[in-house]
């Protein structure tokens, strides 16, 4: 644990770990927001007013009220003027925002197992578009099971698809159900970010490092600026963007840590990157061949 804390520190700096989690994060604020408008405007054009409500519950309860009050306040904005061009304008934003935080993430995954020959640059950018329309996805996923999830169980109950107990059983199994989505988000990113051959595996010490990470910062996050700061009082009309900013670093940052958690224990390993053999498929292997019964010729 020593020599895995004190790697850590050293690579900080070595491998710009904050300078890096900094532009992701400023990357995914230019994301969230046009993404969130963009969602908004989408349920506006639908008139889906109860995902709406229950949206702005979530935004609520997610995030400390000074950056929730960022978002409660664009809902209404978009609420009083929809706009369809508007949503796929703020759509394509979000779109090319993303790839670019993505993109720093997969420089740093890459950074922390230190490969000697770098990869194209053309790959590194595909392998960005392919995990920014995951994330896209899985963000579209999130969404729903928290804002339209309970909407959607309950209307299920009430036509008598779904009894009462399985309703409360759904309703408590959102949240593990998120955690679970984002980590294989992140195990994801790491196998195809590491310009190194990897096994796929569902889970990895960085991974779920970097998802319980996530979690602590949530919650450390909500009880420092609600107990501790006013970023409102400190920053003004900026606190909430500079609130956000910083959630996203520490976001960032624990995903990189996850990172460099999983290579150095490769390292460690003497660098297998492949599973071993297993036992019956060594001792078919090292079997000598079946002996073949020597040629006869016919002498008639």
Do not use: C
């Not at 895995?4 to 904050?18: E, F, R, Y």
């Not at 609520?60 to 978009?78: C, G, M």
Request: no cysteine.
């Amino acid at each position: 644990m020593k020599a895995l804390l004190i790697a850590l520190w050293n690579n900080t700096g070595t491998h710009h770990l904050p300078e890096r989690a900094s532009a992701a994060a400023y990357y995914l604020l230019f994301a969230g927001l046009p993404f969130v408008v963009a969602l908004l405007d989408v349920l506006t054009l639908l008139h889906l007013d109860d995902q709406l409500r229950t949206l702005q519950l979530v935004i609520e309860e997610t995030f400390p009220p000074d950056i929730s009050t960022l978002f409660l306040a664009e809902l209404s904005r978009v609420v009083e003027a929809r706009s369809a061009p508007r949503a796929l304008l703020a759509f394509g934003l979000a779109v090319y925002s993303g790839e670019k935080a993505v993109n720093s993430l997969i420089q740093g995954v890459n950074a922390a197992y230190a490969t000697p020959t770098p990869r194209n640059m053309l790959l590194d950018r595909l392998m960005a578009a392919i995990m920014t329309g995951l994330g896209l996805l899985v963000s579209l996923f999130v969404v729903f099971l928290l804002a339209g999830g309970a909407w959607a169980f309950t209307m299920m109950a009430e036509r008598g698809l779904i009894s009462m107990g399985t309703l409360s059983t759904l309703t408590v199994l959102r949240m593990p159900v998120v955690l679970l989505t984002l980590h294989l988000l992140v195990n994801v990113l790491y196998r195809v970010a590491a310009d190194t051959p990897l096994p796929w595996r569902w889970a990895s010490w960085g991974s779920v490092i970097a998802t319980l990470g996530f979690v602590a910062v949530t919650e450390g996050f909500q009880l420092y600026v609600t107990r501790v700061t006013d970023l409102g009082a400190t920053y003004g009309s900026l606190g909430a963007a500079i609130g956000l900013l910083l959630f996203l670093q520490l976001t960032a940052s624990s995903v990189l840590f996850g990172a460099e958690i999983d290579a150095y224990l490769l390292k460690r390993s003497g660098g297998k990157t492949t599973r071993p053999t297993p036992r019956w498929k060594r001792r078919l292997l090292s079997a000598p061949p079946p002996e073949t019964p020597p040629a006869t010729t016919d002498k008639g």
